[in-house]
């Protein structure tokens, strides 16, 4: 194979995976995310980050990015069952891959892009939490604490990309998904109208927000601009 040939079949790998990975995110949007726990429902939340994480992979992206998005898969299998075990798995698999991303964003950016309304904002949102979500999270205060940290921690590093906003949306399409997450777990009732919209709006946010995070600060360039 010429060099040429390879750099082909990467690419075109890398977008027939990324297509993969989007269409099976869709497919578990409309059919799955509000449905209780099942072996399609696991299969198929199971592949749009490993997708992306291939795609990453086979084209030489950043290894932390693609270490996050196949920890970020197994958290999606992990939370696609019930239980306080798995859910424990998830959590500390998202959380790992928070702190991978952090990691990286920090390599590739420039902390004094990062203004103050941004941090202040930013603390503000995360000291919020110990008034509408920690008093409702029992016995998982602390493990929850420490994952607010870690997102309000992505959002600020993700501020210090500079030409990467498409990374930059897609770092706050991540954390907005965490929160309806919490909202969802901790605030409202198995019976609620808003349980199906939240799930879609999350998973979506998410999913999105990942292949996002990959496109725009997964390689050496952004594969596109916004």
């Known amino acids: 194979m010429t060099v040429l040939e390879e750099i082909a079949l990467r690419q075109s790998t890398m977008y027939a995976s990324l297509s993969v990975g989007l269409l099976f995110a869709a497919i578990y949007a409309v059919g799955f995310c509000y449905r209780g726990p099942s072996i399609p429902k696991t299969l198929v939340k199971a592949v749009p980050l490993l ?56 390599q590739i950016g420039e902390v004094s892009n990062v203004g103050t309304l941004a941090i202040v904002a930013m603390v503000v949102f995360a000291l919020s939490t110990e008034f509408w979500l920690i008093p409702h999270a029992g016995v998982m205060k602390s493990p929850v604490r420490l994952y607010v940290v870690l997102i309000a921690a992505m959002g600020l590093t993700a501020l210090s990309l500079e030409g990467r906003d498409i990374a930059v949306w897609g770092a706050f399409a991540f954390l907005a998904s965490d929160t309806i997450l919490s909202i969802q777990l901790f605030r409202m009732t198995a019976t609620s109208r808003w349980q199906v919209p939240a799930s879609v709006s999350l998973w979506l946010l998410y999913a999105l927000g990942q292949c996002a995070i990959l496109i725009g600060a997964g390689f050496a360039r952004p594969l596109f601009q916004i």
């Not at 290894?63 to 999606?76: E, H, I, N, R, Y």
């Open 51 to 106: 997708a992306f994480a291939v795609a990453g992979a086979v084209n030489f992206a950043a290894p932390l990015v693609v270490a996050g998005l196949a920890l970020s898969a197994l958290g999606d299998i992990a939370l696609s069952r019930d239980g306080e075990k798995p859910f424990l798995v998830g959590l500390v698999a998202f959380a790992s891959a928070h702190l991978l991303y952090i990691l990286h964003f920090l």
